[in-house]
């Protein structure tokens, strides 16, 4: 037999010759001053458990019936446990209907479906076909093998240093198309973040190519704070999300500007020393160039979120949207200078580039197809972008709407 003794509830089992026979349950309600009579109600719970056997089963002595309480207790709280272990254990009834699904589909014409009642038409606009690579985006990994960072330059891939100038040509020109497209709606895990060398810049050896990198990673900062906070567009005009990137917080926009400025004077001391490739570098610089002002641009236009600019201020914005403008033709007419895509490929650029990496990141839904904007186009994207910035410039200088 057994008995339990809580701060609450006495549970009394009995068990007999191997069985457990349940001759009754007490269940008593326990004063909170249980030190005072818990001494008593063990004494009377013996007397029920030796009434409650015959005379020759019943313990003769005290200590023997406590012995056999103890003994059952335990055997009690291990039956507690198998019941428990029992109710949590999950039970299936799996059913083959195979044979039942294909015998009624043929009551169905090509192309028709069964309408349940609880599939409407948010459940329909958010289902999938699984396995059919027009309907799921995760069979878009079995076309090919994504390229990684360190895979690329193990491999001889990826150029850390000693990247030719066109190569240097090529690259930008990409990164600039892949933040147009990502300014016009397409997510950064298909835009900016294919570009394998935005993965690690600091592993980056070519100083260009790094402080490039990283002032791209601080001017998405701030087109995207610029964005949120004006909280003026929708879910199919802007992607917000960085997908678990860090835009790196631990570069400032001060060191950022330094090093695309020793950059830009360390190829204009090359370009001086070496005239026959001074054409080119100057091509290079003019796109450091242009990422140093449109960072310092935006730096100071996010000041005014908390203290207004002067007027002398944003004539100086002005200023640097001008010397951007002056820039374009620079870059246009030196597209072709730099590396080109190759055909019958959706990379942007030969070498740093890899559409399938972040595959996995996306959520299951229908493959959105992101076709990276022409580079020549997303120059002049940008030229459409730094006077639509000049105009709002000019709006702070209103005092009304009518004079706007």
């Not at 980056?204 to 402080?211: C, D, G, R, T, V």
């Not at 290079?284 to 100071?300: E, H, M, N, P, S």
């Not at 895509?341 to 990141?361: H, I, T």
Request: glycine share 2%; hydrophobic share 40%.
């Amino acid at each position: 037999f057994s008995v339990l003794v809580s701060s609450e509830k006495i549970f009394l089992c009995v068990f007999c010759l191997g069985k457990r026979v349940d001759i009754w349950r007490l269940i008593l309600q326990i004063n909170k001053k249980m030190s005072d009579n818990q001494s008593e109600l063990v004494e009377e719970s013996k007397e029920e458990v030796m009434g409650a056997f015959p005379d020759e089963n019943r313990p003769e002595s005290e200590e023997e019936t406590t012995n056999v309480m103890n003994s059952n207790q335990t055997a009690g709280e291990q039956s507690d446990q198998a019941t428990e272990i029992e109710k949590t254990t999950p039970t299936y009834e799996w059913k083959d209907i195979t044979k039942e699904f294909f015998v009624a589909i043929k009551d169905l014409s090509l192309g028709e479906l069964m309408h349940h009642e609880l599939f409407g038409l948010f459940e329909a606009m958010s289902a999938i076909e699984m396995m059919d690579p027009k309907m799921d985006a995760g069979m878009c990994c079995k076309k090919e093998k994504p390229l990684r960072f360190h895979t690329a330059v193990s491999n001889g891939e990826l150029k850390l240093d000693n990247l030719e100038y066109r190569e240097l040509i090529g690259v930008f020109d990409s990164i600039y198309a892949c933040l147009v497209s990502w300014l016009e709606g397409h997510s950064l895990a298909q835009t900016l973040f294919t570009c394998l060398y935005m993965h690690f810049p600091h592993a980056i050896e070519e100083k260009s190519l790094k402080a490039f990198c990283c002032s791209i990673y601080k001017l998405t900062d701030y087109i995207r704070k610029f964005i949120t906070h004006a909280s003026v567009f929708e879910e199919e005009d802007f992607q917000p999300s960085t997908f678990a990137y860090t835009l790196y917080p631990d570069v400032s926009d001060t060191k950022a500007c330094s090093m695309l400025k020793e950059a830009e004077d360390e190829l204009s001391r090359k370009a001086k020393s070496s005239p026959e490739s001074a054409e080119i570098i100057q091509f290079v610089v003019c796109r450091l160039k242009f990422a140093r002002i449109l960072l310092q641009i935006f730096v100071t236009l996010w000041r005014m979120k908390t203290t207004p600019l002067t007027e002398t201020e944003m004539n100086d914005v002005v200023r640097q949207l001008n010397n951007l403008l002056d820039i374009i033709p620079v870059m246009r007419k030196s597209i072709d200078r730099g590396t080109q895509p190759e055909a019958n490929s959706d990379a942007p650029n030969p070498m740093g580039f890899s559409p399938m990496v972040n595959q996995r990141l996306l959520p299951p839904t229908f493959p959105r197809y992101t076709k990276i904007k022409d580079r020549d186009e997303s120059v002049s994207f940008l030229e459409e972008l730094i006077q639509r910035l000049k105009l709002a410039c000019k709006v702070t200088s209103c005092t009304h709407f009518y004079t706007a």
